[in-house]
């Protein structure tokens, strides 16, 4: 309670943060950083919480006024969307639990009694990022990696940032795009990140020197809207551009293969299998394409579904096992008619069958999700979700959807853009409009 007391407070907080001292950014930065010690170091009741922020709201509204809605948008980026509800009769879903786990005692005794919802407690901010000037349009941590992350910016830069640094730090700004990052990923080993752009580039970026070692244009001077390692092969990477092609781009020659593939639309999302040999793209349609990649890049299309045509796949997140007793693998969509969709792959093709919808705000940005990475040995497991109301969600995909959402983390000011765990789930980093990245510390369980 106290801590879901304190998230609310600073999310007041941070809402208002905004009309602080409007032209000092870093001052505004270490406010919030010091109210979110404060909060944390404070020890109340919870009615005395209660209290506190009842009292807050009112001062900080007499002193400021009501908050302002933020009104900015990548406009770029989402010209051409419009929003409704999922059609379910284009969806076919086949009901009933995803994670068969009423009778795992077994896997239950490996973590004691802790729920899902205690697992996925946080208990604070561990740091906030401000170096971006625009909205960070994604956020990963790298691969295996407790302490380094990557976002991608509209201010056409990117940054790798080290947490565990005291205080933590921004180690690196790579400048060479021209216009808005759109996405970008890290090598296998971390040693390489490539990253799309809206000025029809793909660079691939040294992490150890921070240099730029390539620059391969789209074939059409399209704006390239995201990029993908192969994860059998890193020497090639799946790019999805605004004509509607999916391309294989050869990291060592620079040069895009000739055997695109068209999906239509704008390719705003591409998820891969462990193997790399299935692909799935998402476009501003409303459409999920199956493909198939073999050894040496071609490409092959297999199954489509539709969602609807008017609205747009945001996010496509790929997990093979996601609990100890859940073993089929699992698609999770972001679709900007206000839902989070999870989806279980049923052939060799890649066919998708709908197996959970959960509510999320979502009808206007590029909202990203994730599967947390840990697999489950609980009953139940957890996708996290960033929403234009501002918030970061933890759905567990077993229980009901009236009671699917196990925590709610408050403390960002504009719509949440993305999400990542490091590799161990201690940290949480979360991406947003106004280009702040929060990193959330889990509670440690005893």
Request: aromatic share 6%.
């Amino acid at each position: 309670m106290a801590i879901a007391m304190q998230q609310q407070i600073f999310a007041l907080d941070a809402r208002f943060n905004a009309h602080r001292a409007p032209s000092n950014p870093n001052f505004r930065t270490l406010y919030i950083r010091r109210r979110s010690q404060l909060l944390r170091e404070a020890e109340r009741s919870p009615d005395n919480w209660r209290q506190y922020l009842r009292v807050r709201s009112q001062l900080l509204q007499q002193r400021y006024g009501c908050p302002l809605e933020s009104s900015s948008s990548i406009s770029m980026l989402t010209k051409s969307m419009s929003k409704v509800n999922i059609d379910a009769s284009n969806v076919h879903s086949s009901g009933g639990a995803v994670i068969p786990t009423n009778k795992a005692d077994a896997s239950r005794a490996m973590v004691g009694g802790t729920t899902i919802a205690e697992n996925y407690a946080f208990v604070g901010v561990h740091h906030i990022f401000d170096q971006h000037i625009e909205a960070v349009t994604m956020v990963k941590f790298a691969n295996n990696d407790r302490s380094r992350f990557c976002c991608s910016s509209v201010d056409t830069t990117l940054s790798i940032c080290c947490v565990n640094s005291d205080p933590p730090s921004v180690i690196a700004i790579l400048k060479g795009h021209t216009k808005a990052v759109t996405g970008f990923d890290w090598s296998a080993n971390n040693d390489l990140i490539a990253s799309a752009s809206l000025d029809g580039t793909i660079k691939v970026w040294n992490v150890s020197n921070n240099a730029c070692l390539r620059t391969i244009n789209d074939p059409t001077n399209a704006p390239l809207l995201c990029c993908l390692y192969n994860n059998n092969n890193n020497n090639l990477l799946i790019t999805g551009n605004g004509k509607g092609e999916v391309g294989v781009a050869n990291v060592s020659t620079g040069l895009f293969m000739k055997n695109n593939c068209r999906i239509g639309g704008n390719v705003l999302s591409i998820a891969s299998d462990s193997n790399g040999k299935l692909l799935w793209v998402g476009n501003d349609r409303g459409e999920i394409v199956s493909l198939i990649c073999d050894m040496g890049g071609s490409l092959h299309r297999t199954r489509r579904l539709l969602i609807n045509a008017s609205s747009t796949i945001t996010s496509l997140s790929y997990r093979a096992w996601i609990s100890r007793e859940a073993r089929d693998p699992m698609l999770l969509v972001n679709c900007t008619d206000n839902t989070v969709c999870l989806f279980r792959i049923i052939d060799l093709e890649g066919g998708l069958q709908l197996k959970r919808k959960f509510h999320n705000k979502h009808q206007k940005h590029f909202i990203k999700s994730t599967f947390c990475p840990i697999m489950s040995f609980r009953q139940g497991a957890c996708i996290v979700t960033g929403s234009e109301d501002s918030c970061v969600y933890f759905f567990d995909i077993e229980k009901s959807v009236s009671r699917a959402c196990v925590n709610t983390l408050q403390g960002h000011s504009s719509p949440v853009l993305g999400v990542t765990f490091n590799y161990d789930e201690s940290l949480l980093a979360t991406c947003d409009l106004e280009g702040l990245v929060i990193v959330w510390k889990r509670a440690v369980l005893t």
